[in-house]
């Protein structure tokens, strides 16, 4: 049986994590390939980077990170953020980037996914959707990190993705985000009930029972960064919680 | 003697971790393994093992074979005479006859079946997270370490159908039974990604870097 995703995320700026577990252990608590090899040992089921790098100039730190990680841990890696145009998905696929998550170049250019599916395949192409509710069942599509609205509704959006060849959606509340209120569940099963594509959720978690809520919603992945990286949870808690609700969880192998 | 192990080239996903996981199954076994990326039809030849990976659509990846000049031959000539292979993915997709994504395309016909859509019910498509291998003990080398329940990481719509039972080494459930590994002498595929499956994936390429078929 296919397990639910347990998907932790890594904020990355410059190349260096900013908002990362600060554990002892840790020889340098900034360097996302340490955060890494840690979440892959505690059994996370893929890793997504977000590379929130503003200036143009330090763009290549995160081809840098993905290489060293892809040395170091081999896991599922979703890489985020600044990516334009098919020359950029390329670059990062080679420094062994799994998928890449389109946003904002999306929006400005939908046949973007187009020729990333057709180049590099469906399953390399997570569209993220940063969603906002407009009125009641209704959500709106924003670009920019949540700061601009474009005025797309979000079903029809993650239909038209789907269409054009998006392997995932990566789907995040920004009324939830940072809320610890938990995944809006009503958007999340209005997306996966728009499409037949896998859904990730993310924005909102809090508490443990929000992990079962999503996933309960129809997600099939289920994407957190601060409960991981503050220590409230750990990986093995969330399954843990998962699994005790009945739901699939891969566990650790036992050796 | 140091062997030397090719992971082919031909413009397709992610060929780094491939080689990476190679590389590491190898130094934990004490392997003195060469491991080198290649399209080149002669260093093709000289390889001990190869290893084709493959993201993306069958017939996306088949072109991509064809479009190197010499390449295809080189891999079925070094094949046809016993170095062992491993197709990962689309890699393993193309030993079957045939393709059905985007048109019939041929693949190398080195074990029987065809890659069609898969059936699902509610199920999602792509097939996409970790699953459970189902296999039989002891049927193959390159499940040594291995027990039935251990997961492999899965990115696929299309999958092998009408497969022989004996090529078929493991498989896993969704909507059905999917064929997640198959074997016909030295030829063997992983239709799950066994660079990105954790110690399951590295067991089954160290596996591969001893396997005397």
């Known amino acids: 049986m296919l397990k639910l995703r347990v998907i932790p995320c890594l904020d990355v700026k410059d190349g260096r994590v900013v908002k990362g577990v600060n554990f002892v252990s840790l020889r340098d608590a900034g360097d996302p390939v340490e955060q890494a090899a840690l979440y892959d040992k505690a059994g996370a089921d893929e890793l997504t980077f977000l590379d929130i790098t503003a200036s143009s100039d330090n763009r290549d730190t995160i081809l840098d990170v993905v290489h060293r990680t892809a040395e170091k841990v081999f896991l599922p890696l979703t890489v985020g953020g600044g990516i334009r145009q098919v020359a950029d998905m390329r670059r990062l696929l080679l420094a062994g980037a799994d998928k890449c998550s389109v946003n904002s170049a999306a929006i400005s250019r939908p046949e973007l996914i187009n020729e990333a599916a057709e180049k590099f395949g469906s399953q390399c192409v997570v569209v993220a959707i940063d969603a906002r509710q407009s009125a009641p069942g209704k959500w709106e599509v924003y670009s920019h990190g949540g700061r601009k609205a474009t005025g797309i509704d979000v079903l029809d959006w993650a239909r038209q993705m789907q269409a054009r060849g998006a392997g995932e959606i990566l789907l995040t509340s920004m009324d939830r985000d940072g809320t610890g209120k938990g995944f809006d569940q009503e958007l999340l099963k209005a997306v996966c009930g728009a499409v037949r594509l896998p859904v990730v959720a993310s924005g909102g978690v809090g508490e443990l029972r929000h992990f079962v809520e999503g996933a309960q919603a129809g997600a099939t992945g289920l994407l957190a960064a601060s409960v991981f990286h503050f220590g409230q949870f750990t990986v093995a808690q969330v399954k843990e919680a998962l699994g005790a609700a009945g739901l699939p969880v891969r566990l650790p192998r036992a050796i | ?213």
């Open chain 2, 1 to 213: 003697m140091s062997q030397r192990v090719a992971v082919i080239d031909y413009q397709s996903g992610n060929l780094a971790s491939a080689a990476r996981g190679l590389a590491l199954a190898a130094t934990r076994q004490g392997l003195e393994v060469e491991v080198f990326i290649t399209a080149d039809p002669d260093e093709l030849r000289r390889a001990d093992r190869i290893v084709l990976p493959g993201q993306g659509a069958f017939a996306d990846c088949a072109k991509g074979l064809e479009s190197i000049s010499g390449l295809k031959a080189a891999l079925e000539e070094r094949v046809a005479q016993g170095a062992p292979f491993l197709g990962i993915c689309v890699g393993m997709q193309l030993m079957a006859q045939r393709g059905l994504e985007y048109g019939t395309t041929p693949g190398f016909g080195w074990v029987r079946g065809e890659i069609a859509r898969m059936q699902v019910g509610a199920e999602r498509l792509p097939h996409m997270g970790w699953n459970e291998l189902r296999f039989e003990p002891g049927s193959h080398k390159l499940l040594d370490g291995l027990k039935p329940g251990d997961h492999a990481y899965f990115v696929h719509s299309y999958a092998l159908s009408g497969g022989r039972p004996d090529e078929i080494l493991a498989t896993t459930d969704y909507a059905g039974d999917v064929v997640a590994m198959v074997a016909s002498g030295n030829r063997a595929g992983t239709q799950f990604h066994a660079e990105k499956s954790q110690e399951v994936g590295l067991t089954i390429l160290g596996n591969f870097l001893t396997w005397t078929p």
